[in-house]
C-alpha cells in the first residue's frame, strides 16, 4: 500500500510538488514568526525581570483621603466644606516591618533568594552637566542571586559595590550624559541634603535607553544614608524556584501584611498585554497559514482523485475494498504532511540563524542581533500543526475515493 501511495505521488510530479511547497512554506513561516516573536518576548521578560524579580514587595503608598481626615477632626453632624481639598502622599513608601518578611522568607522553601532594596529619585551631577536618575540601593550578593543584572554590566561589576564607601554603578545614558567615565567622582543629590561625592566603579548597559538613561546602583547603607533613613527598605524582591507560580504566591503572601506583593506578570501588566497580543496575532497568521495549506492539499488531492477514477475502478476490481482506497489516499496525504513538515522545520531553522546572524547596528540586550528563540517547542507545534492539516484536508477526498465504485466511475466516463 505505501508503495503504491508512493507510485502515484510520484506519478503527478507537479502535484505533489504544489503540495509539499504549500506544507513547507507554511511550516517555515511559523517557525520564523514564533522563533522571532518568542526570541523577542524572552528579551522583554528578561528586562522586566533585571528591574523587578519573580516576586516584588514593597511598601503601600499612602494616599492622603478627604474621608480619613473628616473622620479624625471634625464630628459627624458638623459641615466640613474643603477650601483646599486634602491631596497628596503621606510620606515615601516603605515596607513596615522588612524584618518580618525576611524571617518569612528565610523559611520558604519555594524561595530561592530576596534582595531588599531602598529606591529613591535623586540628581547626579559632573560639574555644570545634571541627570535625573533613579539610585537603587542593593546589597550586591544577595541581588545578582535575584536578578541577571550583573551579566549586563559593561564595566566593573556589581560586588565593586559591596561594603558600600559611597561607589556607584550607573547606566550607560547616565554616563553618556554626565561626559563621565569609571573613576571619575560625581555627586549624588536626594534633595534633602547637599550632593554627596560618589566614585564610579561601573556601568550597566541594558539595551533599554528608558532604563539605562536613569539607572544607578550603590550599596543599600549608603543609599539610606543619603536619603536620611537608616534601615529603611522600600522594597523586596523575591526569587522563586518555579517562575509560574509567582502571581498564586504573591496573591497568598499579599494577606500577611498591608504591603503590595504582586508578582513579576502583574507589575508588569501593560507589557504582558502587548506580549499576549503578539501571541494571539502569532496564532491567527498560523492557521491563516495552515487553512491555505490544508485547501491546497485538499484540491490538489480531489485532482488527483478525479483523474485517477480509472485506476480505483481497476483496484476495486481486483479486491481493493473501500478501506484499502480510503487508506491509500490518506497515506498518501500523511506522506505530503511529513516531508513538507520536515523540510520546512529545516527551512525555518536556516531562515532564523539567518535572520539572528544579522548585525542590526544597536544594542539590544546582550548583542546587536535581533533575539530569536530556538525553543523545541516551536518545531514541535509546527510539525504537529502541518500534520495535522495535511490530515484533516484528505480526510474529504479520501472518503470520496473510498466511495467510489467501478460501475460509478464506468458511468461517468460514458
Same mark, same amino acid.
Not at 533575539?371 to 500543526?385: E, L
Given at each position: ?14 502535484? *505533489?510538488? +504544489? ?6 512554506? #507554511?511550516? *517555515? ?5 514564533? #522563533? ?23 511598601? /503601600? ?28 502622599? %503621606? ?36 560639574? !555644570? ?19 541577571? +543584572?550583573?551579566?549586563? *554590566?559593561? =564595566? ?6 559591596? #561594603? ?16 563621565? @567615565? ?38 543599600? @547603607? ?16 523575591? =526569587?522563586?524556584?518555579?517562575? /509560574? ?12 501584611? /498591608? ?22 496575532? %502569532? ?31 481497476? +483496484? ?50 546582550? #548583542? ?19 500534520? =495535522? ?7 474529504? !477526498? ?12 464506468? %458511468?461517468? /466516463?460514458?
Amino acid at each position: 500500500m505505501w508503495f503504491l501511495a508512493l507510485r502515484q505521488m510520484l506519478a503527478r510530479k507537479k502535484q *505533489t510538488l +504544489l503540495i509539499f511547497l504549500g506544507i513547507s512554506l #507554511g511550516t *517555515t513561516i511559523y517557525v520564523v514568526i514564533a #522563533g522571532m516573536q518568542l526570541g523577542m518576548r524572552n528579551y522583554i521578560s528578561e528586562q522586566l525581570l533585571n528591574n523587578t524579580a519573580h516576586v516584588i514587595i514593597k511598601g /503601600n503608598e499612602q494616599q492622603i483621603q478627604q474621608k480619613d481626615l473628616r473622620d479624625r477632626f471634625f464630628e459627624e453632624t458638623q459641615f466640613v466644606h474643603w477650601v483646599v481639598p486634602p491631596a497628596g502622599k %503621606r510620606g515615601e513608601s516603605r515596607l513596615e516591618n522588612p524584618q518580618g518578611w525576611f524571617s518569612r522568607l528565610d523559611k520558604d522553601p519555594r524561595v530561592l533568594a530576596y534582595s531588599p532594596r531602598l529606591s529613591i529619585n535623586a540628581i547626579g551631577a559632573r560639574g !555644570p552637566l545634571r541627570s535625573s536618575i533613579g539610585l537603587t540601593g542593593i546589597i550586591p550578593e544577595k541581588h545578582t542571586q535575584v536578578t541577571s +543584572l550583573s551579566d549586563y *554590566t559593561v =564595566a566593573g561589576n556589581l560586588s565593586m559595590l559591596t #561594603g558600600g564607601g559611597r561607589k556607584i554603578i550607573l547606566g550607560k545614558g547616565v554616563m553618556d550624559k554626565l561626559g563621565a @567615565s569609571v573613576g571619575d567622582t560625581i555627586r549624588i543629590s536626594s534633595g534633602f541634603n547637599e550632593a554627596w561625592p560618589y566614585r564610579i566603579v561601573g556601568v550597566v548597559q541594558l539595551g533599554n535607553h528608558n532604563i539605562d538613561d536613569t539607572m544607578a546602583l550603590a550599596h543599600l @547603607s549608603d543609599v539610606q544614608s543619603l536619603n536620611h533613613s537608616p534601615g529603611r527598605v522600600s522594597e523586596i524582591s523575591v =526569587a522563586l524556584d518555579d517562575i /509560574n507560580f509567582s502571581s498564586s504566591i504573591a496573591s497568598l503572601w499579599s494577606l500577611y501584611s /498591608n504591603d503590595k506583593v504582586e508578582g513579576w506578570e502583574e507589575a508588569n501588566a501593560s507589557f504582558m498585554q502587548i506580549i499576549n497580543i503578539q501571541d494571539i496575532t %502569532r496564532y491567527v497568521i498560523t492557521f491563516a497559514i495552515l487553512l491555505v495549506a490544508a485547501f491546497g492539499v485538499y484540491n490538489v488531492l480531489s485532482i488527483m482523485i478525479s483523474q485517477k477514477q480509472k485506476e480505483i475502478a481497476i +483496484l476495486r476490481s481486483i479486491g481493493y475494498g473501500p478501506e484499502k482506497i480510503l487508506q491509500l489516499f490518506m497515506i498518501q496525504g500523511f506522506l505530503l504532511g511529513l516531508i513538507g513538515g520536515l523540510s520546512g522545520l529545516v527551512f525555518g531553522l536556516g531562515a532564523n540563524l539567518l535572520i539572528g546572524n544579522i548585525d542590526l547596528g544597536f544594542k539590544i540586550g546582550k #548583542g546587536t542581533h535581533l533575539p530569536i528563540s530556538y525553543d523545541v517547542t516551536i518545531f514541535v507545534a509546527a510539525f504537529v500543526a502541518a500534520q =495535522a492539516a495535511a490530515a484533516v484536508a484528505s480526510i474529504i !477526498p479520501a472518503r470520496h475515493a473510498a466511495q467510489l465504485t467501478p460501475l460509478d466511475i464506468i %458511468r461517468a /466516463n460514458i
